[in-house]
Structures are given as structure tokens and as C-alpha cells.
């Protein structure tokens, strides 16, 4: 979810605290953060309910091996372990929700390999193309993608939709027939909002990473995540000319462009489920069922249809965009060796989805029929059926550019106050030399 992506970025005070509050002390040696040989802790940000499923589903396979396993919660993670990686009550893992802090922990000398512990040709064949890679740093891997979220995702209003006789597109070119059809059936067909107090305008660079991955395949957007393509790229101006395209044609989007920057991306897509709907599509991650009216999130399956983000073309390369938690090892005792592998199995998701969590296994073999509702059925359907998992962009990217001129220039641009040539030129030129 967005929100704890935003938590990672406050200022190194919530750190502390957040720290403070867990209750989190000493409880061990300077090994790691496990009571003995035997016992291992895995600090984490998810959710308690993904949290408590995953426990669930770990403690059998550890007692099996001899050993515990205790997950911890602990806020802002993403600063608070890079303050206690020399610590006595450092943990044994941590799961990390940012692959470009899983690369500082690396650089740092903390993170352990685990190309000679887990056994990667069987996870290459039963993960998600790409999850490997996001925990993997100068050709080793350092970090296993054990809960993920999606972002490349279409809502629309279900009754609405079907009885309008709208169908789901295959390629970029089908998304803008159908937009057209909904325009043309009198019905707005965009709903869209990127203002988020002081993060607003990441709403805007979802949209910019989904369709940069599109035109530019996987290596085209990995490129342009490090900065080898710039943001004054051809790619990068195509992907602004199908946002422009879609966003800035009259009576595409509710309330015009104008409204775009003033509208709250949490309630954006509320107006879907007025009597007669407001707008008929909002795209934006897996976790904004959670912000939609409450009458909605008691019937979701009922009123909430989705589809995944098509691609360019129809039958071509289909990339998802994600993000999700990254386990790093920092103590290599056998007994955190043992509790990696078992990180590694696919089957400690199983309580986690069947309780109804936002828990998505990264694992394409995962057993569909664990998730509890069509809609979360839906989410893991395009997951697993998805060409290649690629890390949202930003979150990769220097905080100066990916939580700062991508947000700020992308809104300045959107509102009209920028023209795209100066939005494309001041992000480049923020990028750290």
C-alpha cells in the first residue's frame, strides 16, 4: 500500500519512536536479535493481519526444523534498520519493503547471500518473472519477495459496467477505444486524482512507471529506474503523450484536468458508485478497496469489477508493476539459514490468504483458490499471469527525484503550470550526480 510506502520517507524522529513504541529491546547477542541458537526474529511492516497469517503458517514448518520464529512488528522500517544493523538487538531478518534500501544494506556489509542457501533455479521456476531480481544486487541475491502488492490494476463500477455490455481491453489501443465508447455512451470515463498532502503527485508516477514498462518492456524501464534512459527519453515522452491523450481530452475525466491535482486519490474513485456513475474506471493499486465507501467494502465482489493494466499491444510482453516485503538475512547461523528456507515456502501464505488479509503470494503456483473473494482472486490472477514483477519506480530512484521533482514536476505539469519539456529537464536535472 501507498501509505507505508509514504511512512518510510518521515523524518528519522518517527523512526525512533515508532522503535520506542514496538517495545522492541535487547534480546540477544550480537548475533541477531533471537534469545538463543535456536530462535530467530524477523522484524516487519505489514499489516497485523498479514502478519498474524504468515506466523501462522510459518510455526509448524519451524517446529518441524527445531526451531521458532517470531515476527515482529515494527513501523518505518525502512529507517529504523539502518540504525540498528551494528546493534546487539539488531533482528535476524528483516523484511524490507524498498529494494533500493535493500542495496544500502548490501553496501553497508549487513545483508548475508542467498545464493547458496535458498535454491534459486526452483524459486526462478515457481515465483513471479522478476521477483528474484528485486533482492538481487550486483548478481547475488540478498533478499526473497515472501508478500506482495499490485498497482497495474482498473476498477469499475460491476453493475454499472456489465450492464453497459463494457469489456476489458487487451491492448493500450482497445483502452482508448473504450474510453471513447464510454464517452461517446454520454458517460465520463476516467476518474483520477493525484493530491495526497505533501506526497501529492504519486498517484501520477504510477501511471508513468505502468506505461513506461509497456512501451519499453522490462530492460526499457529498468534503464530509465537507474537513470541510463532520461526522463527526456523517447519512451518517457510516449508514455506522457497516452496520459496526455487520456487525461486531457475533454470529458475524459471527471471534473476536467483542472480537477486532477485537487482531488484526493483515496476518495478519487468513490464516484464510480454514485446511482448513475460519476466515472467508470480508476486505475491504482490493490490497496484502494480499503478507501472505497464502506457499503462497497461490505459487497466488494458484488460491486467492484477490475482488470489488469492491458499491454501495449495485444499478446505482448504484459509486465505488472508491485512493490511488496523483502527478506534480508543479516545473521547466517543455520538456524537463520533454516528460517529463510522456510520463508521460501510457498505454503506459509496459505493462512495469511484464506483469512482474508491483503496477503499476495509471490509465488505463480500459489493456489488461487486461498484468496477469500473473485476480486482478491482477480488481483493474484493478474499477478501470476504477468510477463515480468517490476518494482514501483520511484521507490527505486533517489528520494530526491523519486518522492521529490517526479511528484512535484509530474502535478505542475498535470495543472498546467509546467509545460512537459521543463517537467521532463527539471527531474533530470535533480537527479544526484
Not at 493525484?194 to 505502468?210: I, K, L, M, N, Q
Request: aromatic share 8%; glycine share 10%; net charge negative.
Amino acid at each position: 500500500m501507498r501509505g507505508s510506502r509514504l511512512s518510510t520517507r518521515t523524518i528519522a524522529a518517527v523512526a525512533v519512536a515508532a522503535l520506542s513504541a514496538t517495545g522492541l529491546a535487547a534480546c540477544g547477542d550480537d548475533s541477531g536479535g533471537g534469545s538463543s541458537d535456536k530462535s530467530i526474529v524477523v522484524w516487519t511492516s505489514v499489516d497485523q493481519p498479514i502478519l498474524d497469517g504468515l506466523q501462522k503458517g510459518i510455526d509448524p514448518l519451524a517446529k518441524t526444523a527445531g526451531i521458532t520464529i517470531k515476527l515482529q512488528r515494527v513501523d518505518n522500517i525502512n529507517q529504523v534498520i539502518m540504525t540498528k544493523l551494528n546493534a546487539k538487538d539488531k533482528p535476524d531478518i528483516a523484511m524490507i519493503p524498498q529494494p533500493g534500501v535493500v542495496a544500502d544494506i548490501v553496501k553497508r556489509g549487513a545483508a548475508k547471500p542467498l545464493d547458496d542457501v535458498l535454491d534459486k533455479a526452483a524459486l526462478e521456476g515457481s515465483m513471479v518473472p522478476g521477483a528474484l531480481d528485486a533482492g538481487t544486487v550486483d548478481d547475488k541475491l540478498y533478499a526473497l519477495l515472501v508478500n506482495a502488492n499490485i498497482k497495474s490494476l482498473v476498477f469499475y463500477p460491476k453493475k454499472a459496467w456489465d450492464a453497459a455490455g463494457y469489456e476489458a481491453p487487451d491492448s493500450i489501443d482497445a483502452l482508448n477505444a473504450l474510453t471513447d465508447q464510454i464517452k461517446g455512451d454520454g458517460n465520463t470515463p476516467w476518474c483520477m486524482g493525484v493530491e495526497s498532502d505533501a506526497a501529492t503527485g504519486w498517484p501520477a508516477t504510477d501511471w508513468f512507471e505502468d506505461l513506461v514498462m509497456r512501451y519499453g518492456g522490462a530492460d526499457g524501464y529498468n534503464s530509465w529506474v537507474t537513470h541510463e534512459t532520461p526522463f527526456d527519453s523517447d519512451v518517457v515522452r510516449q508514455s506522457a503523450a497516452e496520459f496526455e491523450k487520456l487525461f486531457f481530452t475533454d470529458g475524459n475525466v471527471l471534473g476536467g484536468r483542472k480537477a486532477i491535482v485537487s482531488t484526493n486519490f483515496g476518495t478519487a474513485g468513490n464516484p464510480m458508485f454514485d446511482k448513475k456513475p460519476g466515472c467508470f474506471m480508476y486505475k491504482q493499486g490493490s490497496f484502494i478497496t480499503g478507501f472505497f465507501p464502506k457499503n462497497i467494502q461490505a459487497d466488494l465482489d458484488g460491486e467492484v469489477g477490475v482488470f489488469g493494466f492491458p499491454p501495449a499491444t495485444a499478446g505482448g510482453e504484459n509486465p505488472v508493476l508491485g512493490g511488496g516485503d523483502l527478506a534480508v538475512m543479516l545473521n547466517d547461523s543455520d538456524a537463520a539459514k533454516e528460517a529463510m528456507k522456510i520463508l521460501a515456502n510457498k505454503d506459509i501464505g496459505v493462512p495469511a490468504a484464506t483469512g482474508g488479509s491483503s496477503f499476495l503470494s509471490p509465488f505463480k503456483d500459489f493456489d488461487v483458490s486461498n484468496y477469500q473473494g473473485e476480486l482478491k482472486k482477480a488481483f493474484a490472477d493478474v499477478a501470476y499471469k504477468a510477463t515480468a514483477f517490476l518494482f514501483d519506480g520511484s521507490d527505486q530512484m533517489p528520494g530526491a527525484v523519486g518522492a521529490g521533482t517526479f511528484w512535484k514536476d509530474m502535478t505542475a505539469w498535470i495543472a498546467g503550470d509546467e509545460d512537459l519539456d521543463t517537467a521532463l529537464k527539471n527531474i533530470d536535472n535533480s537527479w544526484p550526480s
